[in-house]
């Protein structure tokens, strides 16, 4: 497939976006237990603010992809049998509670308002958490559905793909978090550090499998199927037409084989190993900039992730349209 360098940004930094906050509202659930320091509220205000910017920014990216931007409302309409719909739907839905989460936090609307139990106070930043955390996880499913639901791209048909952006989401998102308490000086960076080299290890588990699935792929599509004959000898001679169109500029990346490795070696060495090795070093010599740098790489090679997981799919339709004359 042609990767959609707006798609690419959408799903990143909607990811980034989704992870952020989840680890902010996490740091806030270890404090309530007592296992960290309580922050003060502009700690979880700030970090909220900062999910809702890539939050933002990621749905602008989106725009770039559509061919009449005006009428994108109309997305919403089939949210009965599109994962398309339903993320547009839910997207919103979350940055209205990461908003109201912040502004929650930021006018210190933290009474509580009913216990549990002893030990619990439940406040209105606990209740938006909670729903920010729903929300941010089906957008995870969502967001990854629309590729995995789709049958005829093999590479993409599979669990491994709605795994692969919840984890590599999470992996970003902690790993910015651990960024933005180095950044401001705060003692909880390697709570978060620990927490994203956990989700980094998860995410490259899930994406090794996948890669390593995808490897053994047996397509069902063949130069046979495409024309109708059965015949054991069918070779492409030439596309049928003398130029290019729109089929093999849309359902083809266009890049050579070496492109295609490449990246996927950048981004298993970019996405992985040096973030991890970076917040290791960030713990033994306590530095303030190697988790800022850490998701600075990560994010790098996220894009180029993202780049190869449209590129490896391949379209049928290019089984036909695989030569120029």
């Known amino acids: 497939m042609h990767p959609a360098f707006?798609?690419?940004?959408?799903?990143?930094?909607?990811?980034?976006?989704?992870?952020?906050?989840l680890a902010i509202y996490t740091g806030q659930l270890?404090?309530?237990?007592?296992?960290?320091?309580?922050?003060?509220?502009?700690?979880?205000?700030?970090?909220?603010?900062?999910?809702?910017?890539?939050?933002?920014?990621?749905?602008?990216?989106?725009?770039?992809?559509?061919?009449?931007?005006?009428r994108a409302w109309r997305a919403a309409a089939m949210w009965r049998t599109s994962w398309l719909s339903r993320e547009v739907i839910i997207l919103p839905i979350l940055m209205a509670l990461v908003l109201a989460y912040g502004i929650a936090h930021w006018m210190e609307w933290t009474q509580p308002w009913f216990p549990i139990g002893e030990a619990l106070d439940v406040d209105a930043t606990l209740i938006l958490g909670l729903l920010g955390t729903i929300a941010a996880f089906a957008l995870f499913v969502s967001t990854a559905m629309i590729y995995a639901s789709v049958k005829f791209l093999e590479e993409w048909?599979?669990?491994?793909?709605?795994?692969?952006?919840?984890?590599?989401?999470?992996?970003?998102?902690?790993?910015?978090?651990?960024?933005?308490?180095?950044?401001?000086?705060?003692?909880?960076?390697?709570?978060?550090?620990?927490?994203?080299?956990?989700?980094?290890?998860?995410?490259?588990i899930s994406r090794a499998a996948h890669l390593m699935r995808n490897a053994r792929l047996q397509h069902k599509s063949s130069a046979q199927t495409a024309i109708g004959i059965r015949h054991t000898a069918v070779v492409q001679q030439a596309q049928g037409a003398t130029g290019g169109s729109f089929n093999t500029r849309e359902f083809f990346h266009g890049r050579?084989?070496?492109?295609?490795?490449?990246?996927?070696?950048?981004?298993?060495?970019?996405?992985?190993?040096?973030?991890?090795?970076?917040?290791?070093?960030?713990?033994?010599?306590?530095?303030?900039?190697?988790?800022?740098?850490?998701?600075?790489?990560?994010?790098?090679?996220?894009?180029?992730?993202?780049?190869?997981?449209?590129?490896e799919a391949k379209h049928p339709q290019n089984l036909y349209y695989q030569r120029v004359a």
């Open 157 to 204: 048909h599979s669990p491994f793909t709605v795994a692969n952006f919840t984890l590599l989401g999470l992996a970003s998102g902690f790993m910015l978090a651990a960024a933005y308490s180095a950044y401001i000086g705060n003692p909880l960076v390697p709570f978060f550090g620990t927490w994203a080299v956990f989700w980094t290890l998860a995410a490259l």
């Open 30 to 70: 270890y404090a309530l237990a007592r296992f960290l320091p309580r922050q003060d509220d502009q700690f979880y205000a700030v970090g909220s603010l900062v999910a809702l910017v890539l939050l933002v920014v990621g749905l602008g990216a989106s725009f770039f992809h559509l061919g009449r931007p005006e």
């Open 256 to 311: 050579n084989e070496a492109t295609v490795r490449f990246a996927r070696n950048l981004f298993l060495t970019l996405v992985f190993p040096v973030p991890i090795m970076l917040i290791v070093a960030a713990y033994l010599i306590a530095s303030p900039t190697l988790p800022i740098l850490a998701f600075a790489i990560q994010y790098l090679g996220l894009l180029a992730e993202r780049w190869y997981f449209f590129a």
């Open 6 to 21: 707006s798609v690419i940004f959408l799903t990143t930094l909607l990811g980034a976006g989704q992870g952020l906050f």
